[in-house]
């Protein structure tokens, strides 16, 4: 039994097989797969997760039949040309004595709209709200070739050694996910009308598996335990059709919620409560025998641990923090818990799959064979000098520590971090404050001398450090008009979140980005109630609509509060003059003023802190300028950055 968490490092058993502990990896999508076959940087990626102690992995989505493409980079078995692939992944995750299932999928009316793709098929003639027709109905006909599909991906799965499949019949989601939902499935011929007819197509796909692939392989099947939405799938709904999945010979269902339209329902968003869906498989795992997984911003082994030993699930699936950290599972064995790379769960491994791009991690800046665990010593020791001490800094003085290097970081602040400091602040913004206490903690393990309220001039570095090698991170200063701290009581919104002065009752806080409809909603009255006291909030942003950089549930979940107090939001608006009690904006064409106004908020993005880069320069030092000081950009920037740096030092 592990003395750290006895629970999680329990050995379970699926099926006939037998798992060495609890901590499953869910599907994640990665865009590393080449027209579906299996490419070294998959094997890599998913052996590493094995390396690292993960029981059980799902790998992402798996299609079952050539038209239809999920994602550009999503991985497929629809013929034996895939199977060699899969062999190599398998050998390669059995090794560290992990198990591996393939989710088998049909995306149906997701589908990629890949050029020359037919018409997408549906349950009805309901789609996606952002489809651009709406999909046809799919044949009974069609539906039998479908059903054959998924039993021969399953063979193919199973002759490459794997251990089983998991059934994706979640989120109202792809086809089975589709015909499940009340949402989607409007037929009412045999695959319709109410939830034994929708069920169907499900239960003979399950049918067809074990038929083809016999009892030793582990059928899994994900479910959406509620759909958290008005007309879809309720938890009484999915307690009834887990005890038919039982029924049906399915080895373990993989408990989940909401559904992939509505934005935070499924994959929750930063600061929303964790263990997300854990409510839901502790009611349905009251009914059945079979293991039951939970999944859902699981990010930590004390939870994981919690939610096993309180009876919510027999299984947590972890997903972005075992993408995060790949040792994630050793080092909760090992009790090292704060050597856990921490998910702060702001779902940018996420952001660009749509477009293309490879999953990537705002904290863990590579997800290559060779990342900052694996680091190869430089080649030359040198003296590195790293001025600045938020994400960019901190992650330069680790790797280039790690390396092999002297290193000194300094900062002229009291405490590391940045302006992670303040973004930690607003609403749902509080995992941030792990990030800058792990990154500290790196700095530490590494060696690297720290100097805080150290303000370093080009005096101080031709004097104190003459042969260091110079990283300059000294980050950026908001965009302050001039014309605008004509207001009678102005601020930034950094001195807001800094504490350093305190607004009044009615405030206009000018640009739509993510800090300004943070702060805005950090300041916004708990409850719109109209109490007397309550702030009033007006937003003033110059684009069509807030931060249209962002996407995402997290961008969602705040807009939607936003408007839920009640914060009056003004898009396609400029501010054309300020006076001291005046505020004049346009909007349509016509000028309007904001009289009443007490306090004026300026978060209009920031611009590099460059002087001291123009000094060095200036006097002949090269220095290697990064993060908000180079160019303004996300967590995510800084510390691919930092990490870059150092790694070609």
């Known amino acids: 039994m592990n003395e750290y968490f006895p629970h999680l490092f329990e050995p379970i058993k699926i099926g006939k097989t037998t798992v060495k502990n609890r901590i499953f990896m869910p599907p994640i999508s990665t865009n590393m797969a080449d027209k579906g076959y299996v490419t070294d940087a998959l094997v890599e990626h ?110 193919r799965v199973k002759k490459a050694g794997a251990d089983g499949v998991e059934i994706h019949a979640a989120h109202a989601h792809g086809l089975l996910g589709g015909f499940l939902s009340p949402l989607y499935n409007k037929r009412t011929d045999a695959y319709g009308g109410d939830i034994n007819g929708r069920l169907k197509l499900t239960l003979e796909v399950i049918a067809e598996v074990r038929k083809i692939c016999g009892k030793d392989f582990i059928i899994d099947v994900r479910i959406s335990g509620d759909e958290y939405s008005d007309g879809g799938l309720n938890l009484n709904d999915a307690i009834y059709v887990s005890k038919q999945l039982e029924k049906a010979g399915v080895d373990m269902l993989h408990v989940s919620g909401g559904t992939t339209i509505k934005r935070g329902s499924s994959i929750p968003a930063p600061g929303t409560k964790m263990g997300s869906h854990s409510a839901l498989s502790a009611e349905i795992k009251k009914h059945v025998s079979i293991p039951v997984a939970t999944v859902g911003r699981i990010t930590e082994p004390w939870l994981a641990e919690e939610l096993l030993e309180n009876d919510k699930a027999d299984i947590c699936m972890i997903g972005r ?56 010593p430089a080649k030359e020791t040198k003296n590195v000098l790293v001025i600045g001490g938020g994400p960019a800094g901190m992650e330069a003085a680790y790797v280039a520590a790690k390396r ?147 996407s995402g549930p997290g961008r969602s979940l705040l807009v939607q509060r936003m408007m839920e107090k009640g914060i009056q939001i003004l898009c396609d608006a400029k501010v054309e003059e300020v006076n001291h009690t005046v505020i004049k904006y346009t909007k349509d064409g016509k000028t309007h003023e904001i009289t009443d106004a007490d306090t004026l908020v300026l978060a209009m993005g920031y611009r590099p802190s460059n002087t001291l880069e123009e000094q060095l320069t200036s006097a002949g030092i090269t220095c290697h300028v990064l993060g908000d000081c180079k160019k303004p950009g996300n967590i995510k920037d800084a510390v691919t950055e930092g990490y870059q740096t150092a790694l070609n030092l």
């Not at 349950?123 to 069609?142: C, D, I, L, M, N």
């Not at 856990?340 to 064979?369: Q, Y």
């Not at 206490?437 to 104190?464: C, S």
């Open 321 to 376: 923090a075992n993408l995060c950290e790949p040792e994630f599972c050793n080092k909760a064995q090992a009790g090292h818990e704060e050597d856990i790379r921490p998910c702060i769960g702001c779902l940018r491994c996420l952001n660009g799959i749509m477009f293309g791009k490879r999953v990537a991690c705002t904290v863990n800046p590579s997800l290559e064979p060779e990342n900052e665990d694996t680091i190869t």
């Open 46 to 155: 998913y052996s590493a997760r094995a390396k690292g102690g993960v029981g059980l992995i799902v790998t992402e989505v798996t299609t079952v039949e050539p038209v239809y493409t999920y994602l550009p980079g999503d991985m497929s078995i629809y013929d034996d040309s895939y199977i060699s692939g899969w062999k190599k992944l398998v050998d390669a995750v059995h090794q560290y004595d992990t198990k591996i299932l393939a989710q088998l999928f049909h995306p149906a009316y997701m589908a990629f709209p890949i050029p020359g793709t037919p018409r997408l098929i549906a349950p009805s003639f309901v789609g996606p709200y952002y489809a651009k027709e709406a999909p046809r109905p799919v044949t009974v006909e069609e539906l039998q070739v479908i059903i054959r599909q998924f039993g021969e991906a399953a063979l």
């Open 404 to 550: 092999g290097h002297h290193v000194v970081l300094a900062d002229r602040q009291d405490s590391l971090g940045g302006t992670v400091r303040i973004a930690a602040v607003p609403i749902a913004k509080q995992d941030l404050t792990q990030l800058i206490k792990y990154q500290a903690h790196k700095l530490e393990q590494a060696g690297v001398k720290v100097l805080l309220n150290t303000e370093v001039t080009l005096e101080t570095i031709q004097k104190d450090y003459p042969d260091y090698e110079v990283i300059l991170c000294a980050g950026a200063t908001p965009v302050v008009p001039q014309f605008m701290t004509q207001f009678k009581d102005w601020m930034t919104a950094d001195d807001v979140l800094y504490g350093r002065k305190f607004p009044g009752r009615k405030i206009v806080v000018i640009g739509g980005g993510s800090v300004g409809c943070e702060t805005a909603d950090y300041l916004a009255p708990v409850l719109n109630d109209r109490f007397p006291r309550n702030r009033e909030i007006t937003l003033i942003e110059m684009a069509h609509e807030i931060m249209e950089a962002e």
